[in-house]
């Protein structure tokens, strides 16, 4: 097990139901784990995440964008928020506001996404809809760190998921969603422990484990290397 010196102020951006802010939320309660939650921001005043945020007992705050007359001074106000909490690490969530170049080059390296797909297929919206009518029979969930376009940068960690016979949108996505809330936490942890580095356009991994065990989902690095 890591032995955890320090454990890096993580915040999370959500839009809406953030149940994978959950899942974040749960993994660091764990002493070990080397990231906190030390705020939770939704753009959305019927972000349900926000309530469940504070019900855990995490800092949650309303910014919403609407209320700003330029993407640019919504943004200087998460950025008010993010360093009055002495944020280090930013994750999405399902945070459904495109960013600017200027914010994501201001947390270049340290801001992480989590798509609904194996990443570079299907970005955008509409994934499982899509993944469908590909005819694709594995699809899965990709973390990766923001860059300007969206649903792109170097990928911290995917997991597998298969599509079965007579999937429809709703079971699939709760399929890869299950994944997702395994995924990220276990990407969190990789990457606020120094475990994951970007490395130019990619993500290099110090892991002790070896891949041996593939069992479902399977995911990359593999799940017992933390
Ligand atoms: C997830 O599927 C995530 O991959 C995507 O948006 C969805 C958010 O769901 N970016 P939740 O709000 O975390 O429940």
């Not at 007579?166 to 699939?172: A, I, M, P």
């Amino acid at each position: 097990m890591l032995e955890v010196t320090r454990r890096r102020r993580v915040g999370v951006l959500i839009s809406g139901r953030g149940s994978n802010m959950d899942a974040l939320i749960a993994a660091a309660r764990a002493p070990d784990y080397p990231a906190s939650i030390a705020v939770v921001i939704a753009n959305r005043a019927d972000a349900i995440g926000l309530d469940k945020a504070r019900d855990a007992g995490i800092a949650a705050t309303l910014v919403e964008h609407k209320i700003h007359p330029t993407r640019e001074a919504f943004e200087a106000a998460l950025n008010a928020v993010l360093s009055a909490h002495r944020v280090e690490i930013l994750c999405n969530a399902g945070f459904m506001r495109v960013l600017t170049p200027g914010f994501v080059e201001h947390w270049r390296d340290r801001h992480l996404n989590i798509h609904p797909s194996l990443l570079p297929g299907f970005k955008g919206l509409n994934t499982h809809e899509r993944v469908l009518a590909s005819g694709a029979l594995i699809t899965g969930c990709t973390v990766h760190v923001v860059r300007a376009d969206v649903d792109a940068g170097p990928i911290v960690a995917q997991a597998a998921v298969p599509v079965l016979a007579g999937d429809t949108v709703d079971r699939l996505s709760a399929r890869v969603m299950t994944a997702e809330h395994v995924l990220y936490p276990h990407a969190l942890a990789l990457f606020a422990s120094g475990r994951a580095k970007v490395v130019g356009e990619r993500i290099e991994h110090v892991l002790n484990a070896t891949i041996s065990d593939a069992s479902w989902p399977l995911m990359s690095p593999v799940l017992d290397s933390r």
